[in-house]
């Protein structure tokens, strides 16, 4: 079972930037696709975006576009989540999840703890 590990969270002044990271100590994630989720105060999770063992990454949300890039960093066999311009509504916890497969299609099979992010002056 491969553990999901997520870090770079923290408080940021809005417009600021974070980097998220998600790893697996022990082992690479090169060989999964994997997503990021974000779960805002009082609101479900969402998806962000996921991954693709080829590199490819679906769409995101609107609200997300042009701010957020999710990408692979092969030689450290992690995955991070750029977030730029980030904005008080994009304060929530961070999850990165596991999806079994090549091409993200298939449901979430396990959950990183979460890493927390708030945005505010």
């Known amino acids: 079972?491969?553990?999901?590990?997520?870090?770079?969270g923290g408080l940021v002044l809005p417009g600021?930037?974070?980097r998220l990271t998600c790893a697996a100590p022990g082992a690479t994630l090169n060989y999964y696709s994997i997503a990021w989720f974000r779960q805002a105060p009082g609101k479900e999770r969402e998806e962000i975006s996921c991954v693709s063992t080829f590199g490819d990454s679906p769409n995101y949300p609107d609200s997300m576009k042009g701010r957020f890039i999710i990408a692979r960093d092969n030689a450290k066999g992690t995955v991070y989540?750029?977030?730029?311009?980030?904005q008080p509504e994009d304060t929530g916890v961070y999850y990165c999840?596991?999806?079994?497969?090549?091409?993200?299609?298939?449901?979430?099979?396990?959950?990183?703890?979460g890493t927390q992010v708030a945005v505010s002056s």
Do not use: D, F, I, Y
């Not at 596991?98 to 979430?108: I, L, Y």
């Open 97 to 113: 999840a596991r999806k079994p497969g090549t091409t993200c299609s298939r449901p979430v099979h396990s959950w990183g703890q």
């Open 81 to 86: 989540l750029q977030m730029n311009n980030l």
């Open 16 to 18: 600021g930037s974070l």
């Open 1 to 8: 079972q491969v553990q999901l590990v997520e870090s770079g």
